[in-house]
Structure formats: structure tokens, C-alpha cells
């Protein structure tokens, strides 16, 4: 039986997860969210010492590109979740023996290389504050617990109806555009490659076997 810390149970991928482990045989999950204390960190160590996870899953992330890119608030909360929480996740880690699975993005590259296939030896040339930041969290929890840390890059997620999925977003405004009467703006200055949670949580379960 593989026991798996799940962080960010609160989000998409987080939630996600905690279901798939759960559904497949020789797994158990436990998923943690920042509803379970103000001090997340404590809280994470006080699971950990428990001595019983052979995994820690870090799905925990701050994902408002634009936010983090313009407002102060935002760029201190995307330093926070996405740089400074991966090493002192991947220090614990390394603490109590446990390996981690943390998750990037495809924002840790930019510039010439963005609309070609990238190697994972590229070297990072992040787009934006988030992807500087997000840069800075995988590097770190490499560095925190080495040989025993997988980071994982995707890009835009699409799963079941959240939030903060833009293919549910996507649909309930072309709703109110079209209970409107109205046609739907759409931008085209972003491009992405859509992921599955389904397909990413698959391959999370390839790399922890």
C-alpha cells in the first residue's frame, strides 16, 4: 500500500487527486487544503512526522498569471505558494523520508522556443513573474531533496466542473453571452496546449511506480 500527502486538495488538480489514488488499488490519500489551518506548513510537518506517507503529492500552486504579474498582493501570494512552498515542502520531505511529486508549468519556458517541442534539459526561460516563480519552486524542491523529488510541467488544465477550469469558465460565458443575446469576445493573445487531470494524474501514477 502506497500512503500519498496530497497538498492542494482544495483546487482542481489537488481534489483530483485525492479521488484518483483513492479509486486504484495499492493506493491511499490523504489530501490536505489550506482550510485545514492557517499555518499550512505546520500543518503539512504534523502530518508528516506521523511517519505513514511514502509520497507527498504538491498540488498546491497560485495560478493567476495576470495577478501575479500586476498586482503586488498577488505577486507576493504567487512567491509564496509557488517559489517559497516547494523547498520548504521538499526540506520536510527529505526530513521524513518521504519522495515528492510537485507540479510546474509549461510558463517555465518562453520566448523562441515557446511554440516548439522542449526538452526537459531546456534551460528555463520563464514567462512573467508566475513563471519566474514557479522556476524558482521546482529548482528549489530539486535542490531540497535531491534524488528524491519528480517535477511534473503542464499546461492549462481541464477536469471536472471547477472554477477554475477554463473550459467550465469558457462554457458559462458563452451561457450568459448567448442568455444575452449577444456575441462571445473571445482574446487570442494566449496559447496553450489543453491537459487532462485525468492524463496528468495517470502519469503522476507512472512516476510514483
Known sequence: ?????????????????????????GYRATGLSRDHGTDF???????????????????????????????????MLSLKTNAVLPAEIA?????YNIKLLHFSTDYAFG???ANFPISDKA???????????KVIG?????????????????????????????VHRFSLALIQALAEGRTLSVPDDEFSLPTSTK???RMSRLTID
Open 138 to 166: 521546482e529548482s528549489e524542491a530539486l535542490a531540497q531533496n535531491p534524488g528524491a523529488t519528480a517535477v511534473l510541467r503542464t499546461s492549462w488544465l481541464y477536469g471536472k466542473q471547477h472554477e477554475k477550469s477554463f
Open 123 to 133: 534551460k528555463p526561460s520563464p514567462i512573467g513573474v508566475y513563471g519566474m516563480h
Open 199 to 201: 492524463a496528468l494524474l
Open 1 to 25: 500500500m502506497k500512503n500519498i500527502l496530497v497538498l492542494g486538495a482544495g483546487g482542481m488538480l489537488g481534489g483530483e487527486a485525492v479521488e484518483y489514488f483513492n479509486s486504484m488499488h
Open 41 to 75: 506548513i505546520k500543518t503539512v510537518r504534523s502530518y508528516m512526522e506521523r511517519g505513514i506517507y511514502d509520497w507527498c503529492v504538491n498540488c498546491a500552486a497560485m495560478t493567476d498569471t495576470a495577478g501575479a504579474q500586476n498586482f503586488p498582493y498577488k505577486r
Open 111 to 113: 520566448g523562441e522556443t
Open 91 to 95: 526540506w520536510m520531505c527529505r526530513e
